[in-house]
């Protein structure tokens, strides 16, 4: 009978202890993650400055546009038979001014496109690392499912507090 005792005791204190490591085998909250292109996407400094930057396409093709129907107008009259030396020579000149905005307006597009996403990625990351010690992260990993972070259990997964956090920042009201 002592013996039964000794042995149901023992089997109890082995549950315990297999339950209480358990319990301490399970990962800490140090270490979280984020959807960084989610953020990125979901960022209104990205929505007003993408915004911008397509206006400001915008308003350039339009000029872009109104050279194009002007070299065509003056196309057709060179090719109706119109040999008139001044439209010639402005029909040239146009062409030239054409190519020449065309050049230009598409390298600014893609400078303003790259400072765009630098100013972007600098603030986020800021608020990213603002977000890190205000909560004592000792980690906060990007995942964009291209090797950073391939797979991570959802309980890690912290995109929607970073993505609240960085816009009430941006906004001021955080």
């Avoid at 490591?21 to 990962?27: F, H, M, T, Y």
């Avoid at 003056?74 to 190519?99: A, C, P, V």
């Avoid at 009430?168 to 955080?174: A, I, L, V």
Wanted: proline letters at 1%; hydrophobic letters at 35%.
């Amino acid at each position: 009978m002592q013996y039964k005792k000794i042995i149901i005791t023992v089997a109890i204190l082995f549950v315990a202890v297999v339950i209480t490591g358990l319990a301490l085998i399970k990962p800490s909250n140090d270490v979280v993650y984020v959807n960084i292109n989610k953020v990125f996407n979901d960022f209104q400094m990205k929505k007003e400055l993408e915004a911008q930057l397509t206006s400001t396409q915008q308003s350039r093709k339009l000029i872009l546009d109104s050279l194009e129907i002007q070299l065509r107008l003056m196309s057709s009259e060179i090719e109706s038979g119109n040999t008139d030396e001044d439209l010639q020579h402005r029909y040239k000149s146009y062409g030239r001014e054409y190519m020449l905005k065309s050049e230009k307006f598409q390298e600014d597009n893609q400078i303003q496109t790259s400072q765009y996403d630098q100013q972007i990625w600098s603030q986020m990351n800021q608020y990213i690392e603002d977000y890190r010690k205000a909560h004592n992260y000792k980690f906060i990993l990007g995942a964009n499912g291209e090797g950073v972070l391939m797979a991570a259990d959802k309980e890690y997964d912290i995109t929607d507090k970073i993505i609240e956090y960085v816009n009430e920042r941006y906004n001021g009201t955080q």
